[in-house]
């Protein structure tokens, strides 16, 4: 086992050696564009459910006109009713669509266009969890990167064009997964398909930024232990956890968040604080920068010097 001493351990961001490099008089809100307010248009994939059922029903709440979309058309007829009696049933539009599928998008992208002639808020939310394990599973493989990669890389493509003419500004939010940045063992296919999302996200908010232009901008939207139909088949539980947070925790979380601008809205969660996330993720890095094997927070030889490093870590705060 690897000895535990200060040359050999991996620094913590909450100690001295880790060094910040964002000024305190930089804020990334000060090109933030005000866009979510009444009377604006957002559009929600995988708003039949759990994190976009949410959004769709807090959007509403704001006063927006609703948009939304998913494959299981009885859900997302259900999730049209609710939000119909927030904003009005002439304020939604339900449009079944397969983001998988590239002629649906562009049948999604023509029906918000012609009734109500933009997007202010471009929520790629659909998703799926199907298991993939690194030599078994490829028709799950597929299927997943089908939905949750290529399912962004559609909307985007169909979307984002003609956001960059309307008016006014628009915001893009792609729903990642901390999965996709700490990568724990269990599911290769989702995890390596939400760490596409990461780097897909990221490319379109710096080829945003190059325009020199705020028209629209982007954010990477990364919950945390939120209570979704998905996450509640994928651990086999019919009642959320204590540790949980609710969709709508995470979604009212999310909003904040972009409306300060942030890029990566990391969420935190009643077990998991944004510093143990911090901690994890500054983990993972290091094994890349310092050699060490590949998840190294779950190998054999590593895991206790990786325990001492979340302790010590975290004394830093009392």
Not at 292 to 300: D, I, K
Request: proline share 4%; net charge negative.
């Amino acid at each position: 086992m690897p000895k535990s001493n200060h040359s050999s351990r991996n620094a913590s961001p909450l100690r001295s050696a880790y060094s910040s490099y964002k000024p305190d008089n930089m804020a990334v809100a000060d090109d933030l564009h005000p866009v979510i307010h009444a009377g604006r248009v957002a559009l929600i994939t995988g708003a039949a459910s759990g994190i976009g059922k949410a959004a769709a029903i807090e959007f509403a709440k704001l006063g927006l006109k609703i948009a939304i979309a998913d494959l299981n058309e009885q859900k997302l007829k259900e999730v049209g009713a609710a939000v119909g009696k927030i904003v009005g049933d002439a304020n939604v539009l339900v449009i079944p669509t397969d983001v998988s599928k590239i002629e649906e998008v562009v049948r999604l992208r023509d029906r918000v266009y012609e009734a109500w002639g933009e997007v202010a808020v471009l929520m790629n939310n659909a998703g799926v969890g199907n298991k993939g394990t690194s030599w078994a599973g490829i028709e799950n493989w597929r299927k997943v990167f089908d939905v949750n990669l290529f399912g962004i890389v559609n909307v985007q493509q169909t979307f984002v064009p003609s956001m960059l003419h309307q008016e006014n500004p628009a915001i893009v939010i792609n729903t990642g997964s901390k999965q996709g940045i700490t990568n724990p063992p269990g599911n290769a296919a989702y995890n390596a398909s939400k760490a596409a999302v990461k780097s897909l996200t990221e490319g379109l908010a710096h080829e945003l930024r190059e325009r020199n232009s705020e028209s629209v901008t982007a954010h990477l939207f990364i919950p945390g232990w939120a209570w979704t139909g998905l996450t509640g088949a994928n651990n086999e539980l019919t009642e959320k956890p204590a540790g949980a947070w609710t969709a709508e925790e995470t979604v009212l979380y999310m909003l904040d968040k972009v409306r300060e601008g942030e890029f990566y809205i990391l969420v935190p969660d009643n077990e998991t604080k944004r510093e143990v996330d911090q901690l994890r993720i500054m983990w993972a890095a290091a094994d890349i920068a310092e050699g060490r094997p590949a998840l190294s927070r779950w190998h054999q030889n590593w895991k206790a010097l990786y325990e001492e490093y979340i302790r010590d870590g975290l004394a830093q705060l009392e």
